[in-house]
């Protein structure tokens, strides 16, 4: 299934749904269904950055946490080949039992750095948790690898008995961190990881990913709505709509030149840090507002905003293919179309 | 971008720390509330004042004068006598003799002080004998007059000439103790349906929810009447006694239950229960690890708000005659006999159970209040 | 050009008296804001920007009290009001709020009431600050809200708030803003909560009105590229100070303060940065009752000189024509300690010229 070229495929979506039910009401009556992701298929490579953008409420937190294994998958796979070894999992078919065994590999980093710890725990507990519930280390050594991977995220290791509210934004983002590595993870999805923090401290946090990922080889999913931060760390973006991926593609061609209308639309939003440079930029205004997940239109879920739509679009849902040219988007013109990037 | 490099740090630089360890940085929640409690002053001492009478239920034999149930005829309604401390200049301790005096019309008895009468009185002294906690045979009182046979009614006799003081001591026992009794039934009732319900939802839930939705829609006093009803007259009233909190703790625990289901399904999809269950933690420790510390405090608070609801409902079914039973005294058992005669007018301080269940409500509710506030100590956050 | 203030902020200093200890929020701000222009206040979480706009609309929030500077607002004879000496709640300042001075904040949510109409809400809004009857504040609010481009304007007006989104939401809370005709216009992180997209076209919908009216704004933010793009003067504040003021193209270019420079340099940019180290600011902020001593930056200043940072408080020194700078490398009898000149920009503007998109 995965091809034997030098990177190595660690990851393999196909075709993941996620989908909730819509409850409304005193008698909490399914009233609908809320397609939060909609069948997303793609692959990540060891080792790599891939981020996943996109509006507010597009999905990208539930594709991440469904990956995780967080929800039980609608339908779909997700192909996992574990470390050192050349099997190759379907995740969303194992029950909550077998996944236990794949929960180290597979970590969170969470976007709130105060409601994602338990500030009822000392940090020591909450860094050593995984440690413990997985059996991985006990006791002196569970201590010992806490100490660790404190020292490697840039905390002092002699803080590990302190309570969260001790720590300022940024240091409890670092302890977010640690416990998502101290299993020593292979894949790390980063949820907004940056996004709460303060520029200075989003900085920081920022290189010390990065120098995280090349110590110890991991390979980070990235979430989130802030495009500058994306261009800066990631290798490959998947840009979603409405619970679909509309575009896939390394990060210098997605901002040199878009293929999907909605790319094109939504990098051009970038506010651009020089003030030189005002005005200068090409700025495609969306009509409306996001589709309801809820709701979406027929044919493209982008077409009612889109201003290359034609009838094909309203009618016929176009495939997350590869184009001509060995990109691959998901829209009926990307072939034609000549779109401009930011870069 | 020379000039640059001078802000470029590693990580190890990054590190900026005060290195003084203040006390707060590695406290647990309960120090946190506690630090957060004391602030409150009325609440610290509704708090000792609650210890107190716990305290006083807990030493009934020992704190009460007299045995509760010990009637003497001749003191019939006898009004409270008050303690002098000298005598011509002498310290001693004593109270003043009843004499009684007929109404030559009404032929009413009325209780007049003795003036010449002096009933020396003293610590620790010896009287009745009881069994501490029906266990150990002693007889010390920790007041009481030097001869047991002397009347010494500090607050009044009742219609058989029972001391109020020694019964109202020994009513706290029994209605304090209903109140925390039927507290604790409700709260393991509350947190463990509740959190079922909660955590698992579905049908579970679902179950669960019109239970909870059926007992609330019954009339609270006809089921209490009905069910008091049907405890049979012969049981023992120890068993009674249980009966009655099991039934005030039926209703009692609906209100936890949906309180507990309310903050864990809110709880639930808080990132730090997420990331518990991404660490790999079983269902089982996510709940008694991460949810019910984080709600206990506020349950707690909570309950110590439901016991004068407790100590109220016994109080009133046994005013009702529906409750507990003489020979148990309870405040409800006490009140109910102050039913019998015009006692405002006659016999005033046949009310002061009422008074002890004011004073219990009272300081009970300030205590929750304060408690309730510092349940929360990271909400400044 | 003269620029003539419609603001000017002199060494102001609110106080919040909490149980912890006396918080000095803002604690010597001092900006000047010119009629028709946009000041941007830039800063980290918690260093006072938001008790500032709320100084200058005279709300502090409860245990916080102005306790010293001026606020002089001023009108378009010159005459001016300083609004720092008012009583929170007598009738001049009243007069001032809305009619003069008037606020967006960040959750739309804030300004709007979830239980009228949102027609009905700019409606009293208009007809508070204009003497118009009602069907002609009911003509002007379908106006205003076709103008910040809300679909469908006539049949919206009898919308609830929660039947909108996000960005709705903030456009209407702009018409209402901008409905009472204030001089001045104070949007705290009016697009935070924001998506980009979302954000791209409230800015440009609020440069627009901004010209159509002649209003002068403050916008908070901590946004550096929403401050290139609709900012003309920017004010950077550190833990309760402002740091340094001047306008837009200097501080991108030749900012003064290191904490500017410094704050400059830990953006990602597009095109530029990818691969690269940002540049950090070591340390954290400190907290608000712990402040250092000299200057409130020494503890992260990787200029900082010992014996002088950490004991004298620098003052806020004309650097320019129009560029103010709070840091002792400017303060006369002191630059000598600083024998690398903290001079040049962190970006020239060389490079940024020879950019692919433009
Ligand atoms: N547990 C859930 N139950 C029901 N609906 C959900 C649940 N989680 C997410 N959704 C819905 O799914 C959609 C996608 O949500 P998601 O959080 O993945 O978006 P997102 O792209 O991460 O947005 P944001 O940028 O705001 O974080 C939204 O419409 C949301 O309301
Ligand atoms: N009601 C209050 N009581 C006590 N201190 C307060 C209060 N409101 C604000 N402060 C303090 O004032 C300081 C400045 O707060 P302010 O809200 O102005 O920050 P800000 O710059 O707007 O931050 P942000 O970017 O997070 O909005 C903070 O340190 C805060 O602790
Ligand atoms: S498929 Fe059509 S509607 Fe969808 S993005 Fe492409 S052009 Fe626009
Ligand atoms: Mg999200
Ligand atoms: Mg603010």
């Known amino acids: 299934m995965f091809d034997d070229s030098k990177t190595k495929t660690v990851l393999q979506v196909e075709d993941l749904k996620m989908h909730f039910p819509l409850i409304k009401g005193l008698m909490r009556r399914r009233v609908g269904t809320v397609k939060a992701v909609d069948g997303v298929s793609m692959t990540v490579q060891q080792g790599e950055t891939v981020a996943l953008v996109g509006e507010s409420g597009c999905g990208k937190s539930t594709l991440g946490r469904t990956i995780l294994r967080a929800y039980e998958p609608t339908a779909g796979h997700i192909h996992y080949n574990p470390r050192g070894s050349d099997n190759v999992v379907d995740l969303a078919g194992l029950n909550n039992n077998e996944m236990q065994k794949y929960r180290p590999d597979l970590r969170m980093i969470f976007q709130d750095p105060f409601t994602s710890l338990n500030p009822r725990l000392p940090v020591v507990d909450i860094i050593s948790e995984p440690l413990r519930a997985n059996k991985i280390a006990e006791g002196v050594e569970a201590k010992d690898r806490v100490a660790d991977i404190m020292r490697k995220v840039g905390l002092r290791p002699e803080y590990m008995e302190r309570y969260p509210h001790a720590f300022s934004g940024g240091e409890r983002q670092r302890i977010v961190i640690a416990r998502a590595l101290v299993t020593n993870p292979h894949i790390v999805v980063a949820d907004e990881a940056v996004s709460a923090l303060d520029v200075s401290v989003r900085a920081q946090t920022l290189n010390l990913l990065q120098d995280l990922q090349d110590e110890l080889d991991l390979t980070y999913l990235f979430v989130s709505h802030d495009l500058s931060v994306v261009e800066h760390i990631a290798d490959r973006i998947a840009v979603m709509y409405v619970g679909r991926l509309v575009e896939f593609a390394r990060a210098e061609d997605l901002f040199r030149r878009p293929l999907h209308p909605y790319t094109e639309a939504l990098f051009s939003a970038i506010p651009i840090p020089h003030p030189k440079l005002r005005g200068k930029q090409h700025r495609v205004q969306l009509p409306g507002d996001v589709a309801d997940p809820a709701n979406p239109p027929s044919g493209c879920p982008f077409h009612p905003r889109c201003a290359y739509a034609r009838d094909i679009c309203k009618k016929e849902v176009p495939e997350l293919a590869e184009t001509g040219s060995g990109r691959t988007v998901s829209c009926h013109r990307a072939d034609e179309l000549a779109l401009k990037g930011v870069l | 971008m020379a000039d640059a490099s001078a802000y470029v740090k590693t990580n190890a630089e990054i590190q900026v720390y005060d290195d003084d360890v203040r006390a707060e940085d590695v406290a647990g929640q309960w120090q946190l509330m506690w630090w957060r409690f004391k602030r409150h002053k009325v609440a610290v001492i509704a708090g000792i004042c609650v210890l107190f009478i716990y305290l006083v239920g807990i030493f009934a034999e020992f704190l009460s004068p007299m045995d509760p149930n010990d009637h003497h005829t001749r003191y019939t309604y006898a009004p409270p006598q008050n303690v002098d401390l000298f005598h011509d200049g002498q310290w001693l301790p004593h109270v003043k003799g009843y004499q009684v005096e007929i109404d030559q019309f009404t032929l009413r008895r009325t209780f007049v002080t003795d003036e010449e009468k002096i009933i020396p009185i003293g610590l620790f002294v010896k009287g009745d004998e009881y069994k501490m906690w029906g266990l150990i045979p002693w007889d010390r009182h920790l007041i009481g007059p030097l001869n047991p046979r002397d009347p010494f009614y500090l607050w009044g006799a009742d219609r058989l000439g029972r001391d109020m003081l020694s019964r109202v001591i020994h009513g706290a026992r029994v209605s304090m103790s209903i109140g925390l009794v039927g507290v604790a039934i409700s709260l393991v009732l509350g947190i463990i349906l509740g959190g079922i319900s909660g955590y698992f939802g579905g049908w579970i839930d679902n179950a669960i929810q019109r239970i909870i939705e059926f007992l609330k829609s019954i009339p609270t006093i006809p089921l209490w009447m009905g069910l008091a009803a049907a405890i049979p007259l012969t049981w023992e009233p120890l068993y009674v006694y249980f009966a009655i909190t099991v039934l005030i703790s039926l209703i009692g625990w609906t209100g936890l239950a949906r309180e507990v289901r309310g903050k864990v399904i809110s709880m639930k999809g808080d990132d730090f229960v997420i990331a518990a269950r991404l660490d790999g933690l079983r269902t089982n420790k996510i709940i008694t690890r991460h949810l019910v510390p984080s709600f206990l405090s506020h349950i707690i608070a909570q309950t110590t708000l439901a016991i004068p609801d407790m100590i109220l409902s016994e109080t009133a079914l046994s005013f009702l005659g529906i409750g507990l039973q003489p020979p148990i005294v309870s405040w409800g058992v006490l009140l109910k006999e102050a039913q019998n005669i015009n006692a405002v007018a006659t016999a005033p301080w046949l009310m002061i159970p009422g008074l002890a269940v004011v004073f219990a409500v009272l300081t009970l509710n300030f205590l929750g209040d304060g408690m309730r506030d510092a349940a929360d100590p990271y909400s400044h956050h | ?358």
Request: net charge neutral; aromatic share 4%; charged share 20%.
């Open chain 3, 1 to 358: 050009m003269t620029k003539t203030p419609v603001l000017e902020i002199r060494d102001l200093q609110t106080h919040f008296g909490a149980r912890e200890g006396l918080i000095k929020a803002v604690d010597g701000v001092s900006m000047t804001v010119n009629r028709g222009e946009t000041l941007a206040v830039v800063g980290e979480s918690g260093c006072g920007k938001s008790i500032t706009a709320w100084s200058v609309m005279n709300l502090v929030p409860k245990p916080g009290k102005i306790v010293g500077g001026s606020i002089n607002l001023y009108d378009r004879n010159g005459g001016s009001v300083d609004i720092a000496a008012l009583d929170p709640k007598s009738a001049e300042m009243r007069a001032i709020r809305g009619a003069r001075v008037a606020m967006i904040f960040q959750e739309p949510m804030t300004s709007l009431s979830p239980v009228h109409t949102i027609g009905n809400q700019i409606v009293e809004m208009i007809r508070l600050h204009q003497p118009v009857t009602k069907k002609e504040a009911e003509a002007q609010a379908v106006r205003m809200l076709d103008r910040v481009g809300i679909p469908k304007p006539t049949e919206r007006m009898a919308a609830y708030p929660f039947q909108m989104s996000g960005g709705m939401r903030q456009r209407v809370v702009i018409a209402m803003a901008l409905s009472c005709n204030a001089d001045l216009l104070i949007a705290d992180e009016p697009t935070t909560a924001l998506d980009v997209t979302t954000q791209a076209n409230i800015l440009e919908l609020m440069k627009e009105l901004q010209a159509e009216h002649h209003t002068s704004m403050i916008l908070i933010t901590h946004d550096l590229g929403v401050v290139a793009e609709v900012a003309d003067e920017v004010a950077v504040m550190y833990l309760g100070r402002a740091v340094e003021q001047t306008d837009v193209f200097t501080l991108f270019d030749h900012a003064q303060h290191p904490y500017s420079r410094a704050l400059l340099g830990s953006i990602p940019e597009l095109g530029k940065t990818r691969g690269q180290r940002l540049t950090a600011i070591r340390g954290m902020i400190p907290h608000p009752l712990n402040r250092p001593l000299g200057c409130t930056f020494n503890t992260r200043c990787p200029m900082a000189i010992k014996g002088a940072c950490d004991a004298v408080e620098p003052d806020l020194i004309q650097t320019g024509p129009h560029h103010h700078t709070r840091c002792l490398a400017y303060q006369n009898g002191y630059t000598h300690h600083f024998d690398k000149k903290p001079e040049g920009a962190m970006r020239p503007s060389e490079t940024i010229g020879g950019r692919a998109h433009v």
